[in-house]
């Protein structure tokens, strides 16, 4: 089956029960079932418009369902708005900050809004701040960071509340691979520190592979939910990868495997080879070829072969402008 | 609000560390109230106008005029205000201000939505009704201030004002900061883009600025038959229906004690228009 069960040992904080949304002819939900236990690093990937944000929004208490219920620690989302978003810590896909406000007024305004005690939150200010390494920035205002700063200012205004899950939409998306190095390792500091369950999503494949547990979903329904290394197991396959030297190897090879994949670097990738593929290919092309290597199963692959669609396209076809809103048809910013 | 305390997860927090006291839903909307009233004092634009704009209707229209408003109309005089022009234009001008300065701070609604900050707020923990308190009552202290810097002018204008004068004078500048920031909150709801409510706030202000009896009086010891013979029908009617000239009327009578209409009838007004304005703010941030 597709696993729905918690990781052993550890109570469901995020229970998911036959979540359904329709808007107007397109289902973008279709009875999603989860569970997600107490401290666990959960990601969710799939391709745009597969569902995921409309899930996250579900969860956020932002949208209500049209069937099914999702419990945060136990409160309903659409019954107890209130109770479950005291559980929730959001880091939203786009920017969420007062830019004219500062770092730490941001924060505060968090803290507030969420009731935190006065001296609790001002020692989880200082804790968050030096967490993300923006001790010195304190006092600045928000529009004088950097994208990758307002990230990192965004992720510990989520952590300013006690919260027992918190959720990033693609907090990495935009970002140079220094600042996703960073971000990644905040939250795995902070997984040893606090208890708190973490659902992540994410374009970036190699991200993932750190989680606890990876759920794709395509066209509102869950494909595959399982641990990354048993994902690759089940659903991976080898794949050859051959750099041609000139553009007729590179039309020749085409030519003769049709699923080969041409990816935007030169290289051709093909999927499902084996050694005998090696070997014919070599004896083919020959000195035409510079270089071919079998890899082994990646996330990468396990994604291709349960959606059809590569997902590094569709990190790269993703606008950074407004997207339009699939329920008002208004830009979501 | 506070019997919730009891049962606030971050309330229980606060007991079991001892680290002080969350305020609850006072607290969150502290937080909001604090938000909007930093904005807008960072605004140097705005306060530039809160100063400029009373002392332009002030120097120039309020003494430009002031020769001209004892009428004296040749041959006949029918009817005397006690008052200088720039006495009468003074509470005139502090609506003006207010009314601005009302009007703007809806801007940050449009200004959340366009910038995402909304969603931190629309996934806090804060029932709706709070939130749009603390942004109303946040632009309305604004707007007050902005009124009170106009209070400042009050020697120039001829203007003496006693200590209990001024405290009611305030009470009605909030009042009426409340109302005009509800109504502004309401319709930027609808307008939802920068220029739209630009245009919006052009087109209400001033028409219901001038329309409001504060840059020229009625006379109340006439009937509305013989102010009609002064005035055409069409202006009298809308200067009646316009509750702002009662918000002015009775703003006037508390600064320089000179009322046309009932003193009673624009806190009445006020207070009766802030809920309903209210009601449609609400009503709007519910529908996001």
Redesign the interface.
């Known amino acids: 089956m597709v696993g729905g069960d918690v990781s052993e040992g550890t109570a469901p904080v995020v229970e998911i029960a036959g979540l359904g949304k329709r808007y107007g002819r397109t289902l973008a939900l279709d009875g999603i079932d989860l569970s997600i236990g107490r401290n666990e690093v959960f990601a969710l990937l799939g391709p745009n418009g597969a569902g995921k944000t409309t899930l996250i929004h579900i969860l956020c208490t932002l949208l209500k369902p049209d069937t099914g219920t999702a419990r945060i620690a136990g409160f309903d989302v659409s019954r107890q708005p209130l109770k479950a978003r005291r559980q929730l810590g959001v880091v939203f896909q786009e920017p969420s900050l007062d830019s004219r406000l500062t770092v730490q007024e941001n924060l505060n305004f968090h803290g507030l809004v969420h009731r935190v005690p006065f001296r609790l939150r001002r020692r989880r200010i200082t804790e968050m701040l030096e967490l993300v390494e923006l001790t010195e920035w304190r006092h600045a205002l928000v529009r004088t960071l950097s994208a990758g700063m307002k990230r990192r200012v965004e992720i510990a205004r989520a952590l300013i509340h006690d919260a027992a899950v918190v959720i990033l939409d693609e907090p990495t998306v935009g970002l140079d691979a220094q600042s996703r190095e960073r971000i990644w390792a905040y939250l795995g500091k902070l997984r040893r520190e606090r208890e708190l369950t973490l659902i992540v999503t994410t374009h970036y494949i190699d991200e993932v592979d750190s989680c606890d547990r990876v759920c794709i979903v395509d066209h509102g329904k869950i494909l595959a939910l399982d641990t990354p290394e048993a994902l690759r197991a089940r659903y991976g396959v080898e794949q050859v990868r051959i750099t041609p030297r000139d553009l007729a190897t590179r039309t020749g090879i085409m030519e003769q495997n049709p699923n080969a994949i041409a990816e935007a670097s030169g290289d051709i990738v093909l999927p499902g080879a084996t050694h005998g593929v090696v070997d014919r290919l070599l004896g083919g092309f020959g000195t035409g070829i510079s270089n071919i290597s079998i890899e082994r199963p990646s996330l990468e692959s396990v994604f291709l072969t349960l959606t059809g669609r590569e997902i590094r396209d569709q990190a790269a076809e993703r606008p950074t402008l407004a997207r339009p809103n699939a329920r008002t048809g208004e830009p979501v910013n | 609000m506070t019997d919730r305390t009891a049962t606030?997860?971050?309330?229980r927090?606060?007991a079991a560390?001892g680290?002080?006291?969350?305020?609850?839903?006072l607290?969150?909307l502290?937080?909001?109230w604090?938000?909007e009233v930093?904005?807008a004092l960072?605004d140097r634009g705005q306060l530039v106008g809160g100063v400029s704009r009373p002392l332009l209707y002030i120097l120039i229209m309020g003494i430009g005029l002031n020769p001209y408003f004892r009428a004296e109309v040749y041959g006949e005089v029918r009817f005397v205000v006690p008052y200088s022009y720039l006495q009468f234009i003074f509470a005139g001008v502090v609506v003006l201000n207010v009314m601005y300065t009302s009007v703007q701070s809806a801007v940050s609604v449009i200004w959340d939505?366009?910038?995402?900050?909304?969603?931190?707020?629309?996934?806090?923990?804060?029932?709706r009704f709070v939130v749009v308190l603390g942004k109303v009552l946040g632009g309305a202290t604004v707007a007050t201030l902005h009124g009170c810097i106009v209070l400042l002018f009050a020697y120039f204008a001829d203007v003496e004002l006693m200590l209990g004068d001024i405290v009611a004078a305030i009470g009605l500048i909030f009042l009426l900061a409340f109302c005009l920031t509800s109504l502004g909150i309401a319709i930027a709801h609808q307008v939802r883009s920068f220029e739209g409510f630009g245009v919006f706030s052009n087109a209400v202000i001033l028409p219901l600025f001038f329309t409001s009896s504060s840059v020229f009086p009625l006379d109340p010891s006439l009937s509305r038959t013989q102010l009609l013979v002064l005035y055409p029908e069409w202006l009298v009617t809308v200067i009646y229906a316009n509750p702002l000239t009662y918000a002015v009327d009775a703003l006037r009578g508390k600064l320089i004690g000179f009322n046309q209409f009932d003193p009673s009838a624009g806190p009445t007004i006020l207070a009766i228009l802030s809920v309903v304005f209210f009601y449609f703010a609400l009503r709007g941030f519910r529908r996001g």
């Open positions: 606030d997860p971050a309330a927090t606060a560390e680290d002080g006291r969350s305020f609850g839903a607290g969150a502290g937080g909001i604090l938000r930093k904005r960072r939505r366009e910038f995402g900050f909304l969603r931190e707020v629309l996934v806090a923990p804060v029932p």
